[in-house]
């Protein structure tokens, strides 16, 4: 089992950027493949960025990709989401994920491990 807290959270400018990090607990870090997905209000929860157990392999969801970058750090057990020229319909509320299976996920799945999720708000 593996426990997930997001941080890095906030409130920026359209066009600036912000770095969520998901920090993990547990000593098999490495043997979860990691996502990030995010749901605004009143919509379903949307997959943005996912990467391997190795981090040698990432996709995107074509809203964000060339903006967002998600990258990993086995060593210290995080996983990262660099956002830049951030757009207001990037708002929601951004969570990691960590699934067991070796391909990169497309999709939620309830049994996934989830983060709490934290807020991401982008004023026009």
């Known amino acids: 089992q593996v426990q997930l807290v997001e941080s890095g959270g906030g409130l920026v400018q359209a066009g600036g950027s912000l770095r969520l990090s998901c920090a993990a607990s547990?000593?098999?870090?490495?043997?979860?493949?990691m996502g990030w997905f995010r749901q605004a209000p009143g919509k379903e929860r949307d997959f943005v960025a996912a990467?391997?157990?190795?981090?040698?392999?990432?996709y995107y969801a074509d809203s964000v990709k060339s903006r967002f970058a998600i990258s990993r750090n086995n060593a210290k057990n995080t996983v990262y989401l660099q956002m830049n020229n951030l757009k207001p319909e990037d708002t929601a509320v951004y969570y990691c994920?960590?699934?067991?299976?070796?391909?990169?996920?497309?999709?939620?799945?309830?049994?996934?491990?989830w983060g709490q999720g934290i807020q991401v708000t982008v004023s026009s």
């Open positions: 994920a960590a699934d067991s299976r070796a391909s990169l996920p497309r999709e939620p799945r309830e049994d996934f491990y």
């Open positions: 547990g000593r098999t870090f490495s043997s979860y493949v």
């Open positions: 990467i391997s157990r190795s981090g040698s392999s990432t």
